[in-house]
């Protein structure tokens, strides 16, 4: 008996445009799989572009979902789905246990807006350094001590610049690490400046550049690492090495449909630290789930059935 498959393409509006190092995003465009597998059990895959993480025509992606969908083609010949693919036939939508929270997720600093979270991530690099170090220093003071503070340049450091941050992080006990602020030019040299830098250094898109996980296993263990699930093209792989690096793997959102979402609750579960998995700026849209917008997240935070009723009620 062959699986029942079948896809959806969702667009997604922020509720307020984010601002990055590497531009604003305003909208989040995702192609969503659905797969019935031979026993009848229901999963979720989703792949979707990323300026400066992952990029490609969803124009193509939507052609191989096409004939993904007919059943007719290995799923190992669809390399734009490749992340979806491996996401639905993971073990984490077999996920029955109940009562498990997740710690407190990060919020997103967004100027203007209050934040009761203890853990805040900041988007830095948006300034030059002699003018954003002050404004940022100024901003950590005011913070409660309790107070973790996460902040992402998304690679728009130079060294110098790394260096002249690290300079003046270093006296902030609540800087818990900088997240990837070289570019690809730096990787190896990022590695290397990580085993002597007073302030913990990050991983995000640099994990995306690595050809094998084999690669991300030698990694320092003073490394932070920043999985966005959404670009791996392997669940099993990445779901053994957040186990094995619990205390130092975070797990990211890329803004995805409350599909894949719930299948990173799901992987963020074996993780010990505050997951990034900041949702507020899809809060109110009429398809989200409210159990995807609390403090504190469980896992499974909503049913297979749950979101089958709302690819339902999207499929009409």
């Known amino acids: 008996m062959k699986p029942k498959r079948s896809y959806l393409l969702l667009s997604q509006s922020l509720n307020e445009p ?3 190092a590497k531009g604003i995003i305003r909208e989040k465009k995702s192609l969503v799989l659905r797969q019935i597998n031979e026993l009848g059990q229901i999963s979720y895959g989703e792949t979707s572009p990323l ?7 969803l124009s193509e992606a939507l052609n191989q979902a096409k004939e993904w969908a007919s059943c007719l083609t290995p799923s ?6 490749g992340p979806a693919i491996s996401c639905l036939n993971s073990e984490i939508w077999n996920l029955n246990s109940e009562g498990l929270f997740l710690p407190e997720t990060a ?14 991530k900041r988007k830095i690099g948006l300034q030059p350094a002699k003018e ?24 728009s450091f130079s060294r110098d ?16 690490f900088i997240e990837q602020p070289t570019s690809f030019r730096d990787d190896d040299w990022l590695i290397d400046f990580s085993r002597q830098s007073p302030v913990s250094i990050a991983l995000d898109e640099a994990l995306l550049r690595m050809n094998t996980m084999s690669l991300v296993r030698e990694l320092p263990r003073n490394l932070f690492l920043v999985f966005k699930p959404l670009f791996f093209q392997d669940w099993e792989i990445l779901a053994s090495l957040v186990k094995d690096r ?16 719930e299948a990173l609750i799901r992987l963020a579960a074996q ?5 990034g998995l900041d949702r507020s700026c899809f809060l109110g849209h009429p398809y989200e789930f409210s159990s995807h917008h609390q403090p504190l997240l469980q896992c499974p935070s909503v049913t297979v059935a749950q979101l089958d009723k709302l690819w339902d009620s999207l499929s009409r």
């Not at 005011?142 to 902040?151: G, H, K, T, Y």
């Not at 619990?246 to 979402?261: G, L, M, Q, W």
Request: one cysteine or more; proline letters at 4%.
């Open 51 to 57: 300026s400066g993480f992952w990029e490609f025509d």
């Open 246 to 261: 619990s205390d130092r793997v975070v797990i990211s959102t890329a803004f995805e449909t409350p599909f894949a979402y």
């Open 76 to 81: 190992e010949n669809f390399s734009f789905l």
């Open 161 to 176: 610049d790394l260096k002249r941050w690290v300079d003046a992080m270093e006296q902030y006990r609540c800087v818990q």
């Open 18 to 20: 984010l601002q990055t």
């Open 107 to 120: 919020q997103i600093y967004n100027d203007g807006k209050s934040i009761s979270g203890r853990v805040i």
């Open 271 to 275: 993780t010990k630290l505050s997951p």
């Open 132 to 155: 954003e170090i002050p404004m940022i220093c100024e901003w950590l003071h005011q913070l409660d001590e309790r107070a973790q503070v996460r902040l992402d340049p998304n690679e």
